[in-house]
């Protein structure tokens, strides 16, 4: 039962925002397959180090999860640079997806509603240590972003450009951070810079 626990955990963090669309079949093996790798912790654990049964489900749980960190950090970005040769699907639900195992490091975020107002966060880095900063792409298409500049429709076509909102993150620790809510439905397009 340890070794299944700790290969779904590490199932868990290998694909976290990206198992929408994976069947039980995935699901399973997957699982079996980080049970396996967890397997040689414990027996190293018990066996070899003679550690106690607490001590060694301890280190066999953490383990699944870190051999599961690893290879969503390190081990799918070549596996999936591999396949590119063979594939430009990277088995994704949506391209929205993949925008959660991109690991560069996004600068600036700009968001057209449908009624054609953009909101933009000019510099992401400014709200790293935010709540829920410096911006969330959640699973379902919705946003959560800090808002510093704003540009409707009617500015854009009179050439007007961006106007700066207010700052997010209010002076006053009274009132705080202050982060937007944008419901998919109300997207009609997403801009993300990367910095290279």
């Given amino acids: 039962m340890l070794l299944v626990a700790s290969g779904y955990a590490a199932y868990y963090v290998a694909n976290v925002g990206i198992r929408d669309h994976h ?22 654990c018990k066996w070899t180090l003679g550690l106690s049964l607490v001590a060694t489900s301890g280190i066999t ?32 639900p949506s391209a929205w997806t993949a925008l959660f195992g991109e690991r560069r490091v996004a600068t600036q975020l700009s968001v057209q509603l449908k009624d054609g107002t953009w909101l933009m966060c000019a510099d992401l880095s400014e709200f790293r240590s935010s709540p829920n900063g410096p911006c969330v792409l959640g699973a379902k298409g919705d946003i959560l972003m800090y808002v510093t500049d704003k540009m409707t429709d009617k500015q854009s076509k009179r050439g007007v450009g961006f106007v700066s909102e207010p700052h997010p993150i209010d002076a006053d620790p009274m009132w705080g951070h202050e982060i937007t809510y944008i419901p998919a439905d109300q997207i009609a397009k997403v801009t993300l810079r990367y910095r290279l």
């Fill in 23 to 44: 069947k039980p079949a995935d699901i399973t093996f997957a699982t079996l397959v980080f049970a396996f790798v967890s397997a040689f912790a414990f027996y190293f």
């Fill in 61 to 92: 749980f953490i383990f699944g999860m870190l051999a599961g960190a690893i290879w969503r950090r390190f081990v799918r970005p070549h596996f999936e640079y591999a396949l590119r040769s063979i594939s430009h699907s990277d088995d994704l």
